[in-house]
């Protein structure tokens, strides 16, 4: 495996072979860092020939010959002439030139790395000559991840940390800054031409350096499942966050997106009780908070939705608390979508309802009824508990057909979907064993989209059978059984 350096290489000789667009675009990469470059070019392309201008640049209008990489410290060979690549890596190897022959690793002293650059931020991916593309293609990934405005906010956090340094504040009061800078909203703001602002906001917290500082809470929504229904604030929340209190059922693959400093704590199994105390977790948040620490409350789909988050909320600001809410996708929409049942539908249901089965949680017998009666479609959340005699009221009150459909698990590999008239729903939920999380949807539109075929389905896509992301989107995912029908 290769040791990643960024070589310095201003003012020192690198030598370019080759012609082509590939030999240019090494020729830029090396004259952007300072480079004092020769470029050896029989027939030099456009793009090669519209460098000549450049005043660290010598072109030679002609073919390599052994003795070029004389004096160099660094060389490309990009002429994709097998004889010519033979001959300057040895050249390179007898001289002690740091050689690359482009797409011979076994002929390279040095890998490039695909490159993302902002300012003074380089971000290189390498795979050690394994395969370009790859590293191209993660390179284009990072390139929509960071932003332009990362290139103006490393400068001014490296002015900061400059002046921090001049007025020598210890290492260990810094760090805080740093971290401040890295969760405010200077890149926004950046981001958005206030670059006024942005100075200003990050002046007050090199100000406060080395002070006590209120931390901050987040009740963030970790959606219902799958880590990649996670918005991209929760994730850098996450990345961010010093403490993360998290409901019992978060995937450990959306807690494994937090820092390996980040203390996790389970709010659910506080004391190893069942379910959590909401007092001894309002008064944790506030504690750790006011101790100065940036928390995370993570809960599962919507944090407002039967959530319990209105009133966690409500306290952190009686505490005099900054706190964000950062909104999730809820369970309410991401079970029956998963599933393939769209709750709104042109001409067939424009209303819809989201309510909780659980008595203890507000559910009532007649407000279940009445709301049945209101709505096109219904989704109770947490049904399983009294599913019998929702199902029960269901059908008093719309009738014995009315399509229904449990689905648990919604979004991870284990999902279930168990699809019959409401009459006979809670005995085949029995029959089919299914189990918590699951949601329930009741209304026409449960029937109203046909069920996919997988076969059909990975065949019209063009993609062999498995392919998740298509599944995801269409229907059941493989693994994912409906029963019931
Ligand atoms: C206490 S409520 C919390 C709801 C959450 N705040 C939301 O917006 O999804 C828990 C209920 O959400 C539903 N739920 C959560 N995750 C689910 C999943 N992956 N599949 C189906 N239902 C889910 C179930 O009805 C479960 O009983």
Redesign the pocket.
């Known amino acids: 495996m290769g040791y990643p350096v960024t070589l310095q290489l201003r003012g020192r000789r690198c030598t370019v072979l080759g012609e082509g667009k590939l030999a240019a675009e090494k020729a830029q990469g090396l004259l952007h860092a300072g480079a004092h470059l020769t470029v050896i070019a029989a027939t030099p392309c456009a793009e090669l020939e519209a460098l000549r201008a450049e005043p660290e640049l010598t072109l030679l209008r002609r073919g390599y010959v052994p003795g070029d990489l004389a004096g160099s410290f660094l060389a490309i060979d990009a002429s994709g002439d097998q004889e010519v690549n033979r001959l300057s890596f040895a050249e390179a190897e007898e001289r002690g030139v740091l050689i690359n022959v482009v797409d011979q690793p076994e002929r390279c002293d040095f890998y490039a790395p695909a490159l993302v650059r902002r300012g003074p931020l380089s971000v290189a991916v390498s795979t050690d000559g394994e395969s370009p593309f790859l590293a191209g293609a993660l390179r284009a990934r990072l390139e929509r991840t960071i932003g332009d405005e990362w290139g103006p906010f490393t400068s001014l956090v490296g002015g900061v940390r400059r002046r921090l340094r001049e007025r020598g504040v210890p290492i260990a009061e810094q760090t805080p800054v740093y971290r401040r800078l890295l969760r405010s909203e200077i890149r926004d703001l950046l981001r958005d031409g206030h670059t006024a602002e942005a100075r200003y906001a990050a002046a007050a917290m090199e100000s406060a350096a080395g002070r006590p500082r209120t931390g901050t809470v987040a009740l963030v ?1 970790a959606g ?2 799958d880590p990649s229904l996670l918005t991209l604030a929760a994730r850098e929340l996450l990345a961010e966050a010093d403490t993360v209190y998290h409901d019992s ?1 978060i995937d450990p693959r959306t807690l494994a997106l937090c820092s390996p400093h980040t203390r996790l704590v389970d709010a659910g199994k506080r004391g190893g009780r069942a379910s959590a105390d909401q007092g001894w977790i309002t008064a944790q948040l506030i504690e750790a908070a006011g101790a100065g620490e940036d928390v995370v409350r993570l ?5 407002f ?3 319990r988050g209105g009133e966690e909320l409500t306290a952190l600001r009686r505490a005099g608390l900054e706190v964000m809410v950062v909104p ?1 996708v ?3 929409l991401a ?1 029956p979508a998963a599933a393939g049942i769209p709750v709104t539908l042109r001409g067939l249901a424009s209303s819809l309802a989201v309510l909780t089965g659980s008595e203890r949680d507000g559910s009532s017998p007649e407000r279940l009824e009445a709301i049945a009666r209101a709505v096109d479609t219904l989704v109770v ?4 508990g009294n599913l019998e005699r929702i199902c029960a009221r269901l059908v008093t009150a719309i009738g014995p057909d009315r399509p229904a459909a449990l ?6 590999r284990t999902e279930r979907v168990v699809r019959a008239p409401i009459a006979r729903l809670a005995r085949a939920a029995a029959e089919a064993g299914i189990t ?4 329930l949807v009741v209304g026409e539109v449960v029937d109203a989209i046909p069920l996919q075929q997988v076969g059909e389905l990975a065949a019209s896509a063009g993609a062999g059978p498995g392919t998740h992301d298509v599944m995801a989107v269409a229907g059941p995912r493989p693994g994912i059984e409906e029963v019931g029908r």
Do not use: E, I, Q
């Open positions: 929504g219902p499942g059922l809960k599962g789909g919507d944090p939705v039967f959530g999730g809820s369970s309410a079970a959340l947490m049904p399983l689905v648990a698990s919604a979004t991870l918590s999380p699951a949601t």
